[in-house]
């Protein structure tokens, strides 16, 4: 039996011949499970099997003991036609963290998707919350009450902002929502407005353009080589909070 807050498939297949004895084979699967459970003659086990084992069980093992330290959200809109858009600066960053240390955000869950990695030695759950921009609380909420996250220190939102320029990141610790909508259903599901964030400038609105269009306009070719220094800082400046420390990333990152 193995004791795991994670959520189990089985499978059983059936072998033919001698005295029996069940195996259990773990495979674990991002921050999922499942077990394959199988019958097999006793002493039939090969070592490469044996070793697959061992190897499944001691993974299992380390995600058990090492729990999510910090829960990271992009914030951005789900769907191909906001794909790439200035409103989804938060996901382009997501994406590009979940790149630079091979985790696939594929996995659907706590209404976002989902993945979890590894960055400066701790364990860190990345979210691209699925509920559209104005209820991003949702899904963030969701996700700290499950892990049990201090949204004050383990909590890291990465999202867009119009009063900077293309290329430009900022970082704050705390404050108001700033006319950010995601923001502001964030501080409403915490009630508070106490956990860091990383703002990822995306140029101001042009006269005569209404805010909504212009948010959900994408980047000029210019624009988006800006955009694509400003996500590598903000992945440098993420992995500084995680190894040394918030006040660390915003000397080196704030500009």
């Not at 790439?84 to 594929?106: M, P, Q, V, W």
């Not at 996250?149 to 009063?163: G, N």
């Amino acid at each position: 039996k193995v004791g795991m807050g994670h959520r189990l498939h089985n499978r059983a297949t059936k072998l033919s011949g001698g005295e029996k004895q069940r195996v259990v084979i773990a495979r674990a699967i991002a921050s999922d499970a499942q077990i394959l459970v199988c019958d097999e003659p006793t002493g039939n086990l090969d070592k490469q099997t044996e070793s697959e084992i061992l190897d499944i069980f001691k993974k299992l093992e380390s995600i058990n003991s090492n729990p999510i330290e910090y829960i990271i959200v992009g914030l951005g809109n789900p769907g191909k036609e906001y794909a790439h858009t200035r409103h989804n600066a938060g996901f382009i960053a997501i994406d590009k963290l979940a790149e630079k240390y091979s985790c696939s955000i594929t996995k659907m869950k706590y209404k976002a998707l989902i993945a979890d990695c590894t960055i400066a030695g701790k364990r860190a759950l990345l979210m691209k919350p699925q509920t559209f921009m104005n209820l991003s609380g949702e899904a963030v909420i969701d996700a700290l009450n499950f892990y049990k996250c201090d949204p004050d220190t383990e909590l890291i939102v990465i999202y867009d902002d119009i009063s900077m320029d293309p290329g430009r990141i900022r970082m704050r610790g705390k404050g108001s929502a700033g006319g950010h909508n995601g923001i502001k259903n964030i501080i409403a599901h915490l009630g508070s407005e106490n956990f860091r964030r990383i703002k990822i400038g995306v140029g101001a609105k042009p006269n005569g353009w209404d805010l909504a269009d212009f948010v959900l306009s994408r980047f000029t070719p210019n624009e988006r080589k800006s955009i694509d220094e400003a996500i590598d800082k903000s992945c440098e400046a993420v992995k500084t909070i995680l190894n040394d420390s918030f006040e660390k990333a915003m000397n080196l990152y704030n500009n």
